[in-house]
């Protein structure tokens, strides 16, 4: 059993900076793929970045602002969130799957934490 949970979100304004950390037990980080995801009500939870021994990969619409890395030593996966934006707004997940390759679809993780919101206002 994997247990993931999600800490840093917070209110900040457009432009602004924040740190997501994510914080896993139950097995290690480094041997798996660790991602971020996010939801806003009434829409489907989607991938946001990855990050496994291949490298870290994202979407699209983040690319150049948000960065993913990880501290195997705390069995911590981070998402620093740059140059953010109104559109940014949501529920911010954890995911890891227990698979390499990248993987961004919901089904292909395994465990998930219990989110943490990030607002940014224009």
């Known amino acids: 059993q994997v247990q993931l949970v999600e800490s840093g979100g917070g209110l900040v304004q457009s432009g602004d900076s924040l740190r997501l950390s994510c914080v896993g037990s139950?097995?290690?980080?480094?041997?798996?793929?660790i991602a971020w995801f996010r939801q806003t009500p009434g829409l489907e939870r989607q991938f946001v970045a990855g990050?496994?021994?291949?490298?870290?990969y994202y979407t699209d619409s983040v690319k150049g602002r948000f960065t993913i890395f990880e501290n195997s030593a705390k069995n911590t996966v981070y998402l620093q969130m740059n140059s953010l934006k109104p559109e940014d707004t949501a529920v911010y997940y954890c995911?890891?799957?227990?698979?390499?390759?990248?993987?961004?679809?919901?089904?292909?993780?395994?465990?998930w934490g219990q989110g943490t919101q990030v607002t940014v206002s224009s």
């Open positions: 139950g097995s290690t980080f480094n041997s798996n793929t």
């Open positions: 995911a890891f799957a227990d698979r390499w390759g990248r993987p961004t679809r919901i089904a292909e993780y395994d465990y």
């Open positions: 990050f496994n021994w291949q490298g870290p």
